[in-house]
């Protein structure tokens, strides 16, 4: 069966530290990848999506930065935080061709930045 | 890109039907539209996806006219369970697994007793 992972699930960080996020699915084979971050009561931002290794496009400001080392492994990224960079991120794919085209997500990881 | 416009909220009462409707004027042919919900503190869940016409599963029915520049998503006989954030989704699921997809703001449902 499908599945996807992400973790921390809760972090606190002072600004100006760096952050590391990581989601990993499991059960499907080149699934496409997202990032999204929903700040409190707003909507969901995408930040970075993913066809393939290596392939990354990106959304949002330049202190975020995603990377796919492998085929179902995707970490999200940040050099020095922002206050701004608080909210909600959730990792989620869709599956391929053969799918039903739903967006399977993560449980996502809350991050505070102080 | 479809952009997706909907109601910011809306209010209902338990064991009424609820609509909400999606504005997608500019869907392109290979776009299937798709619902999630979403509770606090988790990631949206999928309820339903159609292409056109009228789709219905266990929880939800999808209506699509001829030309999909809108869908409704009905929820039949609501419960207090279905207080969340509805999102409408547009995107070229089957022949490009999605690519870039961009959730619009979402529609506040409550329901009240």
């Known amino acids: 069966s499908q599945t996807i992972h992400q973790w921390p699930a809760t972090l606190v960080q002072p600004v100006g530290s760096p952050l590391s996020l990581e989601c990993t699915v499991e059960g499907t084979s080149n699934p496409n990848l997202y990032w999204y971050r929903q700040a409190a009561g707003r909507g969901l931002q995408l930040l970075f999506y993913?066809?393939?290794?290596?392939?990354i496009s990106s959304e949002v400001p330049q202190n975020l930065s995603a990377s796919r080392p492998q085929d179902r492994q995707f970490i999200l990224s940040s050099k020095k935080l922002l206050l701004s960079d608080s909210g909600f991120y959730l990792c989620?794919?869709?599956?391929?061709?053969?799918?039903?085209?739903?967006?399977?997500f993560g449980e996502g990881s809350r991050l505070t930045v102080l | 890109l479809a952009k997706t416009t909907q109601p910011i909220s809306m209010d209902s009462y338990e064991g009424q039907e609820v609509n909400i409707t999606c504005s997608h004027n500019?869907?392109?042919?290979?776009?299937?539209i798709t619902w999630y919900q979403q509770f606090p503190s988790q990631g949206p869940r999928f309820i339903i996806q159609?292409?056109?016409t009228k789709v219905t599963n266990e929880v939800a029915s999808l209506f699509i006219p001829a030309d999909r520049k809108s869908s409704t998503l009905s929820l039949p006989r609501v419960s207090l369970s279905d207080t969340a954030v509805y999102y409408c989704?547009?995107?070229?699921?089957?022949?490009?697994?999605?690519?870039?997809?961009?959730f619009g703001q979402g529609t506040e449902l409550s329901v009240k007793p």
């Open positions: 989620a794919y869709s599956s391929g061709r053969a799918g039903t085209g739903e967006l399977f």
């Open positions: 500019n869907i392109a042919t290979n776009d299937y």
């Open positions: 993913s066809v393939g290794i290596g392939q």
């Open positions: 989704l547009v995107g070229d699921f089957f022949y490009n697994q999605g690519g870039k997809l961009i």
């Open positions: 159609g292409y056109k």
